[in-house]
């Protein structure tokens, strides 16, 4: 197989994988919001939100793949220079690194449900942005900048989103949960 169809099967796969990614990412953040509206969680949302997940998790690995033959196949026809001047490819790092610690410390809970999916959401729309759009003639700074500016934006919205759903909540906790409920 020549190697400008290896490149393209490789670029394919990756924004299928991403794209699969950011799918189910949106999906879990809207359905977050509706329990966060709706003020509690039944058992069935639960183990929904676990297939949800368990989704995301296999094209989190999915991702890694493509991105390691990405990778792989760039450093051998570029050698030297994609390493050195592809600040394109240290973003993309950065931001699935992200998205990678912010799912581990939202599994085991060290992360607040706030902060957890404007990262998770934020980052997808950005690791997608960064994935369909190559070359941007950009430093790896301003890129981080960028990347930061849109967290920041994103959780805003976000953040305003969570007040308009849960305005008529009496003793809101933060998390969705009211403080007199009982499960």
Known sequence: MPELEIYYLASLFRTYTVGLCLGVSSIAMTFYFYVVAKGRT?????????????????????????????VLYNYHINNFIYWTDNPELFIRLTIFAVIVCNAFAMQYRKISMW??????????????????????????????????????????????????????????LGDGAYAGASE
């Not at 639960?46 to 990405?70: A, D, K, P, Q």
């Open 42 to 70: 039944d058992k069935s949302q639960n183990i929904m939100m676990h297939i949800v997940y368990s989704v995301l998790r296999v094209g989190m690995v999915l991702v890694m793949v493509s991105e390691l033959t990405t």
């Open 115 to 172: 902060l957890g999916p404007v990262l998770a959401g934020g980052s997808w729309y950005a690791y997608f942005f960064f994935s369909v759009w190559i070359e941007t003639e950009s430093t790896y700074l301003s890129l981080l900048f960028g990347y930061a500016l849109w967290l920041i934006v994103f959780g805003t919205c976000l953040a305003l989103f969570r007040i308009y759903l849960t305005r008529k909540q009496k003793s809101y």
